[in-house]
C-alpha cells in the first residue's frame, strides 16, 4: 500500500509508514490513508457509522485516533523517526459519516515538529488536532512477536 503512496520515499521511511499503518488498532477502527503528498500533506479516513457515541455523534476517541494516524504517518515522513510527545483536540461539531483528517506540519526545530490535523465530515470542518512530534533519532522501537 505505502508502495503507490509514497513511490518518492526512502525505503527506509516507507516501511516505517507501513508498520505504522500496519497497527491492528488502526485497522480495526478502519482507517485508512488515501494520500500522501510530496509536500507532506497526509490524508486518512474512516467511517464513522459504527462509532456513534450515545449523542449522536461519533465516539471522540475514534475522532482523535483517525487524526492521531494522520499526525503519526506525517511526521514520520522525513529520515528522523518521530513519536507523539503532546496531542491534543477540539471538537467543534459532531461527525456522523466518512471522515476525512488532512495533517500538515507547521514547524520543525531540530528535536520536535508541530503538525495540525483537521477532521472533515463531507467537506464541513468537525475537529482540530495539534500534535507535537519528538525526534527519537535513529532509535526504532522493538519488534512485536
Known sequence: MIAELGSFLAEEVRDRLQ??????????LGIETVSISEDGEVRCVMDAGDKINAMGGAHGGAMFTLADQAFAIASNLG????????????????GKGMLEAVARRTSDTRRTSLYEVRVFDDGELVAVFQGTGYKIGGKRPASSP
Do not use: C, G, T, W
Open 19 to 28: 508498520r505504522i499503518m500496519d497497527v491492528p488498532f488502526v485497522k480495526d
Open 79 to 94: 529520515k528522523e523517526p518521530q513519536v507523539a510527545l503532546v496531542a491534543s483536540i477540539n471538537y467543534i461539531r459532531p
